[in-house]
């Protein structure tokens, strides 16, 4: 489980909720902050406006997405980096047809391709290109599940305006209860407020999640490319190894004694 995600999420409706209670009681909640018409309209009218712009495929498969950022990606690029280290060193001292055998340990199904393209003879510009174009191909999935949650959090906001308006509306036509006013215009500006809750509390802490977890996937199928090029090219595990450390923070960078580069 992703605990920066959960917390983030729990703590936001949390101080929200807090703020409401300090100021009039729980009883708050439910009186004054809950209407379902103005929910209708802002929820439903957001995720039915993005499913109108969607197909049932791409809308069903953009909300589970919402699995995606409750769940800790296992992106761990230093064991990546060493594991790349350990093919070199195999296909050094056995040749590079015995990478065959090692990718048959290998977990990762975009590295384990990339080591059958380099087993098979494949020219390595034709390597890169095919690894590339995979790479561009995973990351237009994970842009369409961003747009998604980005588009969810546009709509929020526009329908809470809407119900809004409506709300006026419906307050403008029984100025006659000088009583009525507050609370319908209490009720009109409920609207406003879910849609903000949406597009900030959900939308773009989701969406923010999403392209931190594309980015790290990127870099770390990059790495995949740019060590199993080289060990097609020969080069010395040891050259292999600064190359790819390159793709790190100066401060996760390792020297052969365990200390940290500078």
């Known amino acids: 489980m992703d605990i920066a995600s959960i917390v983030g999420l729990l703590v936001c409706i949390t101080l929200t909720v807090m ?28 995720f039915c406006a993005i499913l109108a712009g969607n197909t049932i495929e791409s809308f069903t498969g953009g909300l589970k997405s919402f699995a995606l950022v409750l769940k800790r990606p296992n992106f761990d690029i230093p064991v ?14 056995e ?4 990478l065959e055998e090692a990718a048959g340990e290998v977990d990762d199904a975009f590295l384990r391709k990339g080591i059958l393209l380099v087993v098979d003879g494949t020219d390595p510009e034709l390597v890169r290109a095919i690894m590339e174009t995979e790479l561009m191909s995973m990351e237009d999935r994970h842009k369409k599940k961003i747009g998604f949650w980005e588009d969810v959090g546009a709509m929020g906001p526009a329908w809470g305006m809407i119900g809004t308006l409506v709300g006026l509306v419906n307050m403008l036509n029984n100025m006659s209860d000088p009583n009525s006013i507050g609370p319908q215009m209490a009720v009109a500006l409920i609207t406003t407020l879910y849609g903000s809750l949406l597009a900030n509390w959900i939308c773009t802490p989701v969406a923010m999640k999403l392209k931190m977890n594309n980015d790290e ?29 390159s793709f790190l923070a100066p401060k996760d960078r390792t020297t052969e004694g365990g200390e940290a580069d500078g």
């Open 80 to 93: 990546m980096i060493q594991k790349v280290i350990d093919l070199s060193n195999v296909a050094r001292k």
């Open 95 to 98: 040749g590079l047809l015995a």
């Open 19 to 46: 703020a409401i209670v300090a100021g009039n009681g729980f009883a708050a909640i439910y009186r004054d902050f809950m209407d379902f018409q103005s929910a209708l309209i802002t929820f439903g009218g957001a």
């Open 217 to 245: 996937e990127y870099r770390l199928k990059e790495i995949m490319v740019e060590g199993l090029l080289s060990i097609q090219a020969g080069e010395n595990p040891r050259v292999i190894e600064e190359k790819l450390k």
